[in-house]
Protein backbone atom coordinates (compact mmCIF):
# COMPACT_ATOMS: atom_id res chain seq x y z
CA UNK A 1 0.00 0.00 0.00
CA UNK A 2 1.00 3.59 -0.17
CA UNK A 3 2.10 5.32 2.48
CA UNK A 4 1.66 8.86 0.74
CA UNK A 5 -1.12 9.50 -1.35
CA UNK A 6 -1.74 12.63 -3.12
CA UNK A 7 -5.03 12.22 -5.39
CA UNK A 8 -4.63 15.40 -7.19
CA UNK A 9 -1.88 15.46 -10.12
CA UNK A 10 -2.71 19.01 -11.09
CA UNK A 11 -4.60 21.86 -9.47
CA UNK A 12 -5.63 25.32 -11.06
CA UNK A 13 -6.60 28.10 -8.89
CA UNK A 14 -7.42 31.79 -8.89
CA UNK A 15 -4.81 34.35 -8.02
CA UNK A 16 -5.99 35.58 -4.17
CA UNK A 17 -8.31 32.80 -3.51
CA UNK A 18 -7.60 29.68 -1.54
CA UNK A 19 -7.09 26.28 -2.41
CA UNK A 20 -6.41 22.82 -0.95
CA UNK A 21 -3.74 20.23 -1.45
CA UNK A 22 -4.92 16.94 -0.55
CA UNK A 23 -2.65 14.04 0.92
CA UNK A 24 -3.42 10.69 3.04
CA UNK A 25 -1.11 8.71 4.90
CA UNK A 26 -1.00 5.56 5.76
CA UNK A 27 0.97 3.64 8.90
CA UNK A 28 0.76 1.96 12.04
CA UNK A 29 3.81 3.62 13.70
CA UNK A 30 2.15 6.09 16.85
CA UNK A 31 4.70 8.52 16.31
CA UNK A 32 5.20 10.58 13.14
CA UNK A 33 5.56 13.63 11.38
CA UNK A 34 3.83 15.19 8.24
CA UNK A 35 5.75 17.46 5.85
CA UNK A 36 4.75 19.39 3.47
CA UNK A 37 7.37 21.16 0.57
CA UNK A 38 6.94 23.15 -2.45
CA UNK A 39 9.46 22.50 -5.76
CA UNK A 40 9.33 25.13 -8.08
CA UNK A 41 11.06 24.31 -11.58
CA UNK A 42 14.36 25.09 -10.07
CA UNK A 43 14.42 21.84 -8.24
CA UNK A 44 15.10 22.91 -4.74
CA UNK A 45 12.53 21.62 -2.01
CA UNK A 46 11.57 23.89 0.04
CA UNK A 47 10.22 23.40 3.45
CA UNK A 48 6.50 24.65 4.03
CA UNK A 49 5.20 23.50 7.21
CA UNK A 50 5.37 20.38 9.87
CA UNK A 51 2.51 18.64 11.83
CA UNK A 52 3.78 16.48 14.60
CA UNK A 53 1.19 13.37 15.25
CA UNK A 54 0.80 14.28 18.74
CA UNK A 55 0.21 17.74 17.82
CA UNK A 56 -3.22 18.83 19.36
CA UNK A 57 -3.33 21.92 16.94
CA UNK A 58 -3.32 22.28 13.64
CA UNK A 59 -0.08 23.78 12.26
CA UNK A 60 0.33 26.95 10.62
CA UNK A 61 2.58 28.97 8.89
CA UNK A 62 1.98 32.13 6.95
CA UNK A 63 -0.03 31.76 4.52
CA UNK A 64 0.21 27.88 4.90
CA UNK A 65 -2.06 25.64 7.51
CA UNK A 66 -2.37 22.15 7.43
CA UNK A 67 -5.80 20.22 8.28
CA UNK A 68 -4.78 17.41 10.52
CA UNK A 69 -7.30 15.00 10.75
CA UNK A 70 -5.70 12.56 12.81
CA UNK A 71 -8.31 9.29 12.37
CA UNK A 72 -8.65 10.24 8.69
CA UNK A 73 -5.35 9.88 8.32
CA UNK A 74 -5.12 12.92 6.26
CA UNK A 75 -3.24 15.99 6.38
CA UNK A 76 -3.92 18.66 3.81
CA UNK A 77 -2.20 21.88 3.14
CA UNK A 78 -4.37 25.41 2.86
CA UNK A 79 -2.89 28.00 0.73
CA UNK A 80 -4.90 31.24 1.27
CA UNK A 81 -4.94 34.12 -1.13
CA UNK A 82 -2.86 32.15 -4.05
CA UNK A 83 -0.25 34.33 -5.40
CA UNK A 84 1.20 33.66 -8.78
CA UNK A 85 4.62 32.93 -7.34
CA UNK A 86 3.02 29.45 -5.50
CA UNK A 87 2.96 28.02 -8.88
CA UNK A 88 4.97 24.72 -8.41
CA UNK A 89 4.98 21.20 -7.11
CA UNK A 90 3.87 20.60 -3.80
CA UNK A 91 4.88 16.95 -2.14
CA UNK A 92 3.55 15.59 0.99
CA UNK A 93 5.78 13.47 3.17
CA UNK A 94 5.63 11.50 6.25
CA UNK A 95 8.88 10.22 8.43
CA UNK A 96 7.73 7.30 10.67
CA UNK A 97 9.46 8.07 14.37
CA UNK A 98 10.05 4.23 15.03
CA UNK A 99 11.28 2.86 11.99
CA UNK A 100 14.96 1.32 11.42
CA UNK A 101 15.67 3.96 8.49
CA UNK A 102 17.01 6.99 10.58
CA UNK A 103 15.06 9.85 9.85
CA UNK A 104 14.07 8.78 6.02
CA UNK A 105 11.90 10.61 4.75
CA UNK A 106 8.61 8.94 2.39
CA UNK A 107 7.16 11.03 -0.22
CA UNK A 108 3.76 11.18 -2.11
CA UNK A 109 3.59 11.65 -6.31
CA UNK A 110 3.09 15.53 -6.35
CA UNK A 111 0.47 17.87 -7.27
CA UNK A 112 0.99 20.72 -9.55
CA UNK A 113 -0.31 23.71 -8.74
CA UNK A 114 -1.08 26.24 -11.12
CA UNK A 115 -2.20 30.20 -9.86
CA UNK A 116 -3.60 31.96 -12.58
CA UNK A 117 -4.07 35.55 -13.13
CA UNK B 1 25.00 30.95 6.13
CA UNK B 2 25.26 29.06 3.33
CA UNK B 3 22.06 26.35 2.43
CA UNK B 4 23.02 22.89 1.57
CA UNK B 5 25.21 22.79 -0.97
CA UNK B 6 25.42 20.23 -4.03
CA UNK B 7 27.56 19.47 -6.95
CA UNK B 8 27.78 19.24 -9.79
CA UNK B 9 24.40 20.85 -10.69
CA UNK B 10 24.28 19.05 -13.95
CA UNK B 11 26.01 15.93 -14.93
CA UNK B 12 25.26 14.06 -18.50
CA UNK B 13 27.26 10.47 -18.22
CA UNK B 14 27.53 7.45 -20.14
CA UNK B 15 26.05 3.92 -19.58
CA UNK B 16 28.80 2.19 -17.72
CA UNK B 17 30.18 5.03 -16.20
CA UNK B 18 30.52 6.20 -12.42
CA UNK B 19 29.69 9.50 -10.87
CA UNK B 20 30.32 10.92 -7.85
CA UNK B 21 28.31 13.22 -6.08
CA UNK B 22 28.57 15.51 -3.88
CA UNK B 23 27.10 17.51 -0.82
CA UNK B 24 27.63 20.29 1.82
CA UNK B 25 25.27 20.31 4.86
CA UNK B 26 24.48 23.14 6.69
CA UNK B 27 27.14 23.95 9.44
CA UNK B 28 26.21 22.19 12.45
CA UNK B 29 24.02 19.55 10.94
CA UNK B 30 25.45 16.40 11.30
CA UNK B 31 23.46 13.77 9.49
CA UNK B 32 22.74 13.86 5.84
CA UNK B 33 20.32 12.01 3.72
CA UNK B 34 20.19 11.63 -0.12
CA UNK B 35 17.01 10.93 -2.38
CA UNK B 36 16.39 9.80 -6.01
CA UNK B 37 14.02 12.05 -7.91
CA UNK B 38 13.06 10.61 -10.92
CA UNK B 39 11.03 13.07 -13.31
CA UNK B 40 6.84 13.30 -12.22
CA UNK B 41 7.49 11.39 -8.95
CA UNK B 42 8.28 12.18 -5.70
CA UNK B 43 11.91 11.64 -4.18
CA UNK B 44 12.73 8.43 -3.20
CA UNK B 45 15.46 7.76 0.08
CA UNK B 46 18.65 6.44 -1.10
CA UNK B 47 20.52 6.82 2.16
CA UNK B 48 21.19 8.31 5.57
CA UNK B 49 24.78 8.94 7.21
CA UNK B 50 25.24 10.63 10.93
CA UNK B 51 27.92 11.08 12.05
CA UNK B 52 30.14 9.63 9.43
CA UNK B 53 27.95 6.03 9.90
CA UNK B 54 25.17 4.79 7.88
CA UNK B 55 21.52 5.48 9.56
CA UNK B 56 19.56 4.02 6.68
CA UNK B 57 19.14 2.22 3.08
CA UNK B 58 16.68 2.54 0.94
CA UNK B 59 15.10 -0.18 -1.65
CA UNK B 60 18.51 0.17 -4.12
CA UNK B 61 21.05 -1.73 -5.76
CA UNK B 62 24.45 -2.31 -4.83
CA UNK B 63 25.55 0.12 -7.52
CA UNK B 64 24.53 2.89 -5.06
CA UNK B 65 27.05 3.70 -2.39
CA UNK B 66 27.33 6.85 0.07
CA UNK B 67 30.16 8.03 2.69
CA UNK B 68 30.09 10.85 4.98
CA UNK B 69 33.58 12.97 5.92
CA UNK B 70 34.43 14.26 9.25
CA UNK B 71 33.56 17.51 8.40
CA UNK B 72 29.82 16.01 7.57
CA UNK B 73 30.00 16.49 3.84
CA UNK B 74 29.45 13.78 1.87
CA UNK B 75 29.54 11.76 -1.36
CA UNK B 76 26.78 9.48 -3.29
CA UNK B 77 28.50 7.27 -5.96
CA UNK B 78 26.52 5.40 -8.64
CA UNK B 79 28.42 2.72 -10.18
CA UNK B 80 28.06 1.17 -14.17
CA UNK B 81 24.90 3.23 -14.57
CA UNK B 82 22.00 2.92 -15.94
CA UNK B 83 19.71 4.79 -18.37
CA UNK B 84 17.13 4.82 -15.46
CA UNK B 85 19.46 6.46 -12.89
CA UNK B 86 18.85 9.61 -15.02
CA UNK B 87 17.32 11.58 -12.12
CA UNK B 88 17.38 14.78 -9.84
CA UNK B 89 19.15 13.93 -7.31
CA UNK B 90 18.24 15.74 -3.90
CA UNK B 91 20.80 15.82 -0.30
CA UNK B 92 18.77 16.78 2.99
CA UNK B 93 20.80 17.92 5.89
CA UNK B 94 19.53 17.53 9.24
CA UNK B 95 21.15 18.37 13.13
CA UNK B 96 20.76 14.74 13.91
CA UNK B 97 18.49 11.72 12.90
CA UNK B 98 16.36 12.76 16.10
CA UNK B 99 12.04 12.50 15.80
CA UNK B 100 11.96 15.96 15.13
CA UNK B 101 14.61 17.01 13.43
CA UNK B 102 14.21 19.33 10.38
CA UNK B 103 15.28 18.76 6.99
CA UNK B 104 17.27 21.50 4.29
CA UNK B 105 17.08 20.20 0.94
CA UNK B 106 20.02 21.53 -1.50
CA UNK B 107 19.23 22.38 -5.13
CA UNK B 108 20.22 18.93 -6.73
CA UNK B 109 22.19 17.65 -9.12
CA UNK B 110 20.41 16.62 -12.10
CA UNK B 111 22.34 13.96 -13.77
CA UNK B 112 21.15 12.34 -17.41
CA UNK B 113 22.74 8.69 -18.81
CA UNK B 114 22.99 8.61 -22.12
Known amino acids: AQKITQTQPGMFVQEKEAVTLDCTYD???????LFWYKQPSSGEMIFLIY??????QNATEGRYSLNFQKARKSANLVISASQLGDSAMYFCAMREDNNNAGNMLTFGGGTRLMVKP | DAGVTQSPTHLIKTRGQHVTLRCSPI?????VSWYQQVLGQGPQFIFQYYEKEERGRGNFPDRFSARQFPNYSSELNVNALLLGDSALYLC?????????????FGSGTRLTVV
Open chain 1, 27 to 33: TSDPSYG
Open chain 1, 51 to 56: QGSYDQ
Open chain 2, 92 to 104: ASSLGPGAHAGYT
Open chain 2, 27 to 31: SGHKS
